[in-house]
């Protein structure tokens, strides 16, 4: 300061002096002392370069949420670690870093901004192109010291302290009023922070792109090689590449068809269901799209439009971009992409507020099989059944034929035949490629393997031998037309799956490097015989011992039988309450095979076992005999029994395996022990049965045409809906007891209502089936029960198949017990009605499904349980309150 002079007691000039008199002090408070500061400030873009020419043209747009970092440079020009700050883009893309102190700094976009989910995921810095190798490259950025507003000042992996970050050269701030002035690229209400212009460099700027490419892939329906709307439909399934443009390189896009995200890798995307794909995050250059459409299609014609075939830059949409009608794979020409250009048709999308340029005319058109493979069924192994009929255990020939492609070579070709649950392989018969024989080393070398479908346990017996794999290997290119030819054949098995009325069929698919293509014979529709045999004797009531009784058989196919029945075996063992009469057996109709007349004459038996070798659909035999009447009452039975071919079993008496690859490869018969081999019905009559003080209502009512479903899905809730008032089901005041398994439980009757019974409301009760015999009258009366409830859990009747010949079944009803002893239990089929035939005596039949299939969703049989009523006597716990 200048001099200044202290004078004790004075305040001063101005008065700013303090005298304190109690003190004895004067103070001068005025004598200060200013400095100045000199700050800078560093700015300022990142910005979408649309068409990537590095500079900020009109209508191209700011990059708000962008991470900017600071850095000191050292003297060498390499960011000090730390960053010494940290802006986030915001209005319109804009950065500011203030108050920053004269010397060298580095503005750097951070490597977050390109990983998943940050501002710049899968673009690309400015200057950066892709060469035809796939070899991405970048222009280096010029420095943000050469004072030039508004052009790109980043460069990828500039400095290796910063992987993954787009940087700018350092930057000089001062020393003095030395940076650039009038800059107008500002944000607004903020501008070059508090630094004069002279002291602000607002021109780091940085520049951001993408390509895409797609766009339809279509099945073309009318073969123009065009995709026509309302006509041609998307291809699902079709993988779509994305090669450079020397064709070797594939640019890694991922299933999401993004480079640069977290999934990307080599195989390329998969359309969906509208058969778009595209390719985004590209950066400019040049690339190949290649597609490969699911089995069975092959290019379309080119002619559509040859020149954008020839040349994809011509930018024609909606047509075929894919090189000549070869099989499988097809390959466009080279496309160029050139960002921030509408095409030379003007057919691109340019987004500036995206900074995408889009190219959406790479299409592929496809067709179908068109006859380049071929598969039929050329005959079977029986002559009763005619195409497409077959018979469970037929035989099945099957021929694959394939068209050569003239002039292309293939190399690992396979053939692959993947046969419907219900078929299994059985041999190879001949392989022939262009008129070779090769059937010793093709059909020789075919691999056998099981075929588990979806949701379906291995162990399912109808899994084994469902698929074989042919391998020819390499074929040449044929110079004229030629054919692969392979016959092969294939059983139908003796499985649950396999009922009345399934059609079957199997699928070849023949394979190759780069392509494939598949064909399905026509189904064939299984048809299975189904007999019924009615036991009936005169007389039958008030007959004295030692009287003849005439007994009649009738055998007879059913409505719903659809075939000729083989190995057809009546037998009718007489119980010791009769005696057969010698040479008393008459025929009519279709004789037995054995024994010929004059049947068991003059032999005595009581065993009457009698042959067909073929029972032919619409046949009815019968079989008249006399047996003399011993001891009273006397309960018969005769049941006929029956297979679907006329093949003699083996010495074990099990059918012949006909398929070294599946167990199950057999006729179709009957086993008493098995759910699927059910081919066997009986009938009953008894003489001097007990007499009953009770009613028959089961006469003269139309039943329905099958047997009702008594069960819902096992395992899951099946939701039903509310129980219609005219529905509702009847009280009777009447209960049911199993003693076998401890059942008691009430009988509600099931009204018929339109030829059929609803017992989806049934729980914890019997159904009584009206139109059957009243429970406890003369007649038969049908009781039924659910195997599975509506929650999924076992019904009342799921152990109904444990029941056995002599147990007892009681009707507890009006103050009497009705005791039945159980004389079979047998699976049958739904369509089996003749469980419901009438009785002239007390009968009750105990009905529940059994086998559920989940692909139908339904029962495939049901358990029937008859028993014969064999006392009654007074019941003083006959009301539903002693049910426990």
């Known amino acids: 300061s200048a001099a200044v002079s202290l004078t004790p007691g004075s305040v001063g000039a101005q008065s700013n002096n303090t005298v304190t008199q109690s003190s004895g002090t004067t103070s001068n408070p005025t004598i200060d002392f200013g400095f100045t500061v000199t700050t800078y400030s560093l700015g300022n873009r990142v910005w979408f370069d649309t068409n990537n020419n590095s500079q900020i043209d009109a209508g191209e747009v700011g990059v708000n949420g962008v991470v900017v970092e600071l850095y000191a440079a050292d003297l060498l020009g390499n960011p000090i670690l730390p960053a010494l700050a940290t802006d986030t883009t915001a209005n319109g893309g804009y950065y500011l870093f203030d108050t920053l102190a004269a010397g060298n700094y580095i503005v750097s976009i951070a490597a977050s901004n390109f990983a998943p989910g940050g501002a710049l995921e899968s673009y690309w810095s400015s200057a950066t192109t892709m060469d035809g190798s796939g070899a991405v490259s970048e222009t280096a950025a010029p420095d943000g010291d050469n004072d030039t507003d508004s052009e790109d000042n980043g460069t990828l992996n500039l400095f290796g302290a910063l992987p993954g970050a787009v940087t700018a050269l350092p930057v000089t701030l001062g020393p003095g009023n030395v940076e650039p002035v009038g800059e107008s690229d500002l944000e607004s209400g903020v501008g070059q922070g508090i630094a004069p212009d002279l002291r602000a460099n607002m021109t780091v700027d940085f520049g951001f792109y993408r390509v895409e490419l797609g766009n339809l892939i279509f099945v073309d329906v009318n073969a123009n090689g065009a995709y026509d709307s309302g006509t041609d439909t998307p291809l699902a399934g079709a993988t779509v590449q994305l090669f450079a443009a020397n064709g070797s390189t594939e640019i890694t896009v991922g299933p999401d068809g993004i480079l640069g995200t977290a999934d990307d890798a080599p195989g390329g995307m998969t359309t969906g269901a509208n058969g778009l794909y595209l390719f985004s995050g590209l950066p400019q250059g040049s690339y190949i799209v290649r597609a490969t459409p699911p089995v069975g299609y092959s290019s379309t014609v080119d002619t559509a439009d040859n020149a954008d075939t020839a040349n994809p830059d011509t930018n024609t949409d909606n047509n075929d971009n894919g090189v000549g009608v070869g099989v499988g794979q097809a390959a466009s020409n080279v496309v160029t992409l050139t960002p921030g250009s509408s095409g030379a048709a003007s057919n691109n999308t340019v987004v500036n507020s995206t900074g995408s340029t889009l190219n959406p005319t790479v299409d592929f058109g496809f067709t179908g099989n068109n006859g380049a493979v071929t598969k039929t069924l050329v005959g079977t192994n029986e002559t009763f059944t005619t195409d497409p009929d077959v018979a469970i255990g037929e035989i099945l020939t099957y021929e694959v034929l394939v068209n050569l492609p003239v002039g292309t070579p293939l190399t690992s070709v396979t053939l692959t035949d993947q046969m419907d649950k219900g078929l299994a ?79 079957l069929n199997n699928n070849a698919a023949w394979a190759f490097t780069g392509g494939s293509f598949s064909a399905s014979a026509p189904e064939v529709n299984i048809i299975e015989p189904d007999l019924v045999i009615d036991k009936s004797a005169t007389p039958s009531a008030g007959v004295p011992l030692g009287t003849p009784i005439q007994f009649t058989l009738t055998i007879n196919h059913s409505l719903l039988s659809a075939t000729d029945a083989f190995d ?91 398929s070294v690859y599946n167990d199950t490869s057999t006729e179709r018969w009957y086993d008493p022990l098995d759910d699927v081999n059910i081919y066997a019905v009986s009938d009953s ?200």
């Open 425 to 503: 392989f059985v041999d190879c018969l001949l392989a022939e490629v262009a008129g070779v024989d090769q059937t010793a080393a093709i059909c020789s070398s075919a691999v056998v393997s099981p075929l588990v479908d979806s949701g379906d346990p291995p162990s399912n017996p109808a899994n084994p031998g469902r698929q074989v794999v042919f391998t020819i290997g390499d074929i040449p290119a044929q110079t004229s037309a030629a054919t692969l030819r392979i016959q092969y054949r294939a059983i139908v098995l003796d499985v649950i799956e396999n009922q009345d009325g399934v059609d």
């Open 685 to 884: 009559v008894t003489i001097n049965a007990p007499a009953a003080d009770v009613e028959s209502d089961d006469e003269e009512v139309s039943l329905p045409a099958s047997l009702p479903a008594t069960g819902f899905a096992p395992n899951r809730i099946t939701l039903i809906p509310e129980q219609p008032a005219e529905m509702a089901y009847r009280e009777t005041n009447v209960w049911l007891e199993i003693p076998r398994l401890g059942l008691k439980m009430p009988i509600v009757g099931v009204p018929l209502i339109e030829e059929d019974w609803n017992l989806t409301w049934l729980w914890d009760e019997a159904g009584w089936l009206e139109g059957t015999a009243f429970p406890g009258w003369s007649g038969n009366s049908v009781l039924t029960g659910h195997t599975v409830l509506p929650n999924g859990q076992e019904g009342p009747f799921a152990e109904l198949g444990k029941l056995r010949w002599g147990d007892t079944i009681i009707i507890h009803a009006f103050g009497t017990a009705y005791t039945y002893e159980a004389r079979t239990n047998r699976i049958v089929k739904p369509f089996s009605i003749g469980v419901l035939q009438h009785e002239d005596t007390p009968w009750l039949t105990l009905l529940t499904c059994k086998d559920y299939n989940e692909a139908s969703g339904l029962y495939s049989n049901r358990i029937a349980v008859r028993a014969v009523l064999v006392r009654t006597m007074e019941d003083k716990n006959s009301g539903s309150s002693n049910m426990r």
């Open 568 to 658: 057809v075996v009546v037998t009718d063992i007489l119980p010791p309450e009769l005696e057969y009469i010698p040479c008393s057996i008459v025929y009519s109709g279709l004789a037995p095979t054995t024994p010929a007349a004059p049947a068991y004459c003059p032999a005595s038996t009581s065993n009457l076992i009698f042959q067909w070798d073929v029972f032919p659909l619409g046949s009815t035999a019968t079989i008249t005999f006399n047996a003399r009447l011993v001891s009273s009452p006397a309960s018969n039975s005769a049941n006929v029994a029956w297979t679907s071919l006329e093949i003699d079993p083996q010495l074990t008496g099990d059918p012949v395996q006909l």
